[in-house]
């Protein structure tokens, strides 16, 4: 009954290792068993003796023979272990939401989308998949210094990679016209002036909250200047048009803000025009006519809800109820779209899917799966505590949806040939993917001599294990490795805790380019890989990679993640 309840312990301690890619918990095996088994609590006394020798022998082995060990012991176990997780993810509820809701995705077409856009994005889907509604895509392109003609495509393609159920799509740029009414409305309504002062000089007048000599005009006198705006009269930087607020606001960023300016250069790729609304009037506008009745946005946006306030209020439109989310800080790749573009052009980066930046057509290259970004943002919701973006979970979420489908092959970088003296020669059979059978296997000829990662080449007398083929005993590790065959037992590799490494056969290794963030690896890998272009796959011992292409000089894989 011991060797029962010892096997028990055994196999919950490696599942425990194998999943968190470490030494097992103690007393999380122990909640394991007693969860699984609650019939064994009255026995606690006879498992803590058997815990600690298990322990010890799970955590002498290396990743990769928890792996098998637990394959053997449990198939059914690293079956379920395989499958996707659900998680079913509730986002706070929406105040005056029960009739539906219309919210909006509004980004600058400065470049492709990056993880960033991604929370605003998802969050606002949610909410419309939850409560039904539309779901408004807003090109906001009112600044023709900030338009990427080539981001109008990426930013619909990224959407559209992101699987967002977006029902309306408007550009800023075919409402200028909209934009010139409502903005000569607001002057008739004395919620707005043209001012023609100096932009120096306003800005000292604000900082002292003093008004400047064009807020005393007539509404005729601003209506005049208004329709000389629109003709051309006025130049860049002489003119433009402010909302009237409150001069004595404690934040000098809300006395009087610009709602118009005049910009000369450079032309907007899809209109004629010199009179640009700015973001804080059209946005407001817009939010009206289109019906949004929820905003979910960044608190970094607090101070434009409240410049927005002043235009609902002037014109008596109904508020859109609002929400702002913390800030979310995101480390290990560039976001910055000014950065993004300057590298591309400089040559540093190859182009907006280089997978050292933070693009979502980056993550795609890179075989991270769009259902994997959504449940990540959904895991960091709306809250307004600012926090710092988890890779872990990211690569975690997904791993659960990769895992199950990739298929695993051998990848060997920086390739030395061993010769293996002694050594029978076979085909070694691996599975094509653990615990899914009915996928079949790989072939894997041995004759002679194969090809290993170099700095798994230890000093002479050092025991290796050829994963899913022998053992071999190190004789020599210099330029010209050699080695000797000394057997087929796992036990023994395991008793001598032999390293379990990868492999291939010299004679039909593929050239394979493996890319990561950190650099390039070179090396070799089986010949099944070339049928897997635009796949993911798992390269045994170094983690999952999106086959990229297939070419007559080798293979180009990027690195995912383990």
């Keep these: 009954m011991d060797e029962d309840l010892k096997r028990i312990i055994l196999i919950f301690s490696l599942q425990n290792a194998v999943k968190h890619h470490g030494v097992p918990k103690s007393g999380t095996v122990i909640g394991m068993v007693m969860g699984k088994y609650p019939e064994l609590r009255t026995r606690a006394k006879e498992i803590g003796p058997l815990l600690g020798g298990v322990l010890a022998e799970v955590e002498g082995m290396s990743h990769e023979e928890r792996e098998i060990r637990l394959q053997e012991l449990a198939p059914d176990v690293v079956e379920e272990m395989a499958r996707p997780r659900v998680h079913i993810k509730e986002l706070p509820p929406l105040e005056k939401a029960e009739s539906g809701v219309v919210m909006r995705f509004a980004p600058n077409p400065s470049g492709p989308l990056h993880l960033g ?35 109008y495509r990426m930013v619909q393609e990224d959407i559209g990679w992101l699987g967002l159920n977006i029902t309306d799509i408007v550009y800023q740029s075919d409402r200028f016209d909209l934009y010139y009414k409502y903005g000569r409305e607001l002057i008739e309504r004395g919620g707005a002036y043209v001012c023609t002062c100096d932009n120096e000089m306003f800005r000292e007048l604000k900082q002292a909250k003093t008004a400047c000599p064009c807020r005393s005009a007539e509404i005729e006198d601003n209506l005049e200047s208004w329709e000389k705006m629109l003709g051309g009269e006025f130049y860049e930087g002489s003119a433009s048009v402010r909302v009237r607020t409150d001069l004595d606001h404690p934040d000098p960023a809300m006395r009087d803000y610009p709602a118009f300016r005049i910009l000369n250069s450079p032309p907007h790729p899809r209109i004629e025009a010199t009179v640009y609304p700015l973001m804080n009037f059209s946005v407001a506008v817009d939010d009206h006519l289109l019906g949004i009745t929820h905003v979910i946005r960044g608190k970094d946006h607090i101070a434009n809800t409240r410049r927005q306030r002043y235009i609902f209020d002037y014109f008596g439109w109904d508020v859109p109820v609002y929400r702002h989310y913390g800030r979310m800080g995101i480390e290990g790749v560039v976001l910055s779209t000014s950065q993004m573009r300057e590298g591309i052009r400089s040559g540093v980066y190859h182009g907006w899917d280089d997978i050292r930046l933070g693009t979502l057509r980056a993550f795609a290259r890179r075989g991270i799966k769009p259902e994997a970004v959504r449940d990540a943002v959904m895991d960091i919701g709306v809250g307004d505590t600012d926090i710092s973006f988890s890779w872990e979970n990211l690569y975690a979420q997904n791993k659960n949806i990769i895992d199950p489908v990739s298929n695993r092959y051998f990848f060997v970088p920086d390739p030395v040939m061993v010769h293996i003296s002694d050594a029978p020669r076979q085909v070694a059979h691996p599975l094509l993917h653990p615990g899914q059978d009915d996928k079949g296997t790989r072939t894997l000829p041995f004759n002679e001599s194969v090809l290993v990662p170099s700095s798994e080449i230890k000093d002479a007398g050092t025991m290796i294990r050829l994963k899913d083929l022998f053992n071999i005993m190190i004789e020599s590790a210099g330029n010209q490795p050699q080695a000797v065959f000394t057997g087929d037992s796992l036990a023994e590799a395991r008793a001598s805790k032999a390293q379990i490494i990868q492999w291939l056969p010299v004679e039909n290794a593929i050239p394979c380019r493996l890319l990561t963030q950190e650099g390039d690896l070179e090396g070799v890998c089986e010949p099944g890989v070339m049928k897997e272009e635009g796949n993911v796959v798992q390269f045994e011992r170094v983690g999952f990679a999106r086959i990229d292409a297939v070419k007559p000089e080798g293979i180009i894989a990027y690195f995912s993640h383990r």
């Design 117 to 151: 856009h991604a929370r605003a994005a998802v969050l606002n889907d949610a909410y419309v998949r939850r409560y039904g509604g539309r779901y408004v895509l807003r090109i906001e392109d009112t600044d023709p210094k900030r338009v990427d003609p080539e981001a």
